[in-house]
């Protein structure tokens, strides 16, 4: 069965950093999203992606955050200048073209600040 | 504003036992409602969706609009079941954000 694969599984960076979060959807998937879990707390919706734009995004997404798609396989996520508080487990998921269908999950990628 | 509260953080039920893991939501709209599960050190599944009406697993949940609850059942828990549980809300329309509640470790005891 196609799966979401997320790198790196664990991602180490000093604060004020910028880090790369990498997603590589399901290849007949159009809608691409991203959550995030910190330690003890629910999973949170970060942004949605569709047609090559941001379709939604959450108070969560701010000017630190952007994604991207940079060609056709990858979806990554950019943190310009990380803050302790961004230490978290990032999910990506993915659903196919009509939307409709329940999104995929990737492992997720740990991201410690320190 | 999309709420979705689990109000159990942990749940510890004897292999065998029945199991009912409790969701309510809090939408205004049309709402799809799915079950998500994590297995240790694997990645969140999708166990149930409301619109499939299907058993997963062993596991049921009926959509309560009345009581604005979906919560997750099985009349024989077994040791695989152990793992986080996690109740999900959308708009029905689709391709829309995914509102998590808190999750609730299930723990099956032999």
């Known amino acids: 069965e196609p799966e979401v694969t997320q790198t790196p599984s664990h991602q180490v960076t000093q604060m004020g950093q910028e880090v790369i979060l990498r997603c590589v959807p399901i290849?007949?998937?159009?809608?691409f999203y991203w959550y995030r879990q910190i330690l003890g707390q629910k999973v949170e919706f970060l942004v949605s992606?569709?047609?090559?734009?941001?379709?939604?995004k959450s108070e969560i997404f701010d000017d630190q955050f952007s994604v991207e798609r940079p060609d056709g396989s990858n979806f990554t996520l950019k943190i310009r200048s990380t803050k302790l508080e961004d230490s978290a487990m990032y999910f990506c998921?993915?659903?196919?073209?009509?939307?409709?269908?329940?999104?995929?999950f990737g492992d997720g990628t740990r991201l410690s600040i320190l | 504003a999309q709420r979705v509260t689990q109000p159990e953080k942990l749940l510890s039920v004897f292999k065998g036992a029945p199991v009912e893991l409790k969701c309510n939501y809090s939408?205004?709209?049309?709402?799809?409602l799915f079950w998500y599960v994590q297995y240790s050190r694997q990645r969140l599944q999708l166990l149930l969706r409301?619109?499939s009406r299907e058993s997963i697993k062993g596991f049921t949940a009926d959509l309560n609009k009345g009581e604005t609850s979906f919560h997750l059942k099985k009349p024989f828990a077994q040791e695989e079941d152990s793992a986080m549980y996690y109740c999900?809300?959308?708009?029905?329309?689709?391709?829309?954000?995914?509102?998590f509640g808190q999750g609730t470790r299930l723990t099956i005891n032999p």
């Open positions: 290849s007949n998937h159009l809608y």
């Open positions: 998921a993915s659903s196919d073209w009509t939307g409709v269908q329940p999104q995929h």
């Open positions: 409301h619109i």
């Open positions: 992606f569709y047609n090559n734009e941001i379709s939604e």
């Open positions: 939408y205004s709209g049309s709402p799809e």
């Open positions: 999900a809300l959308r708009d029905i329309q689709g391709a829309q954000k995914l509102v």
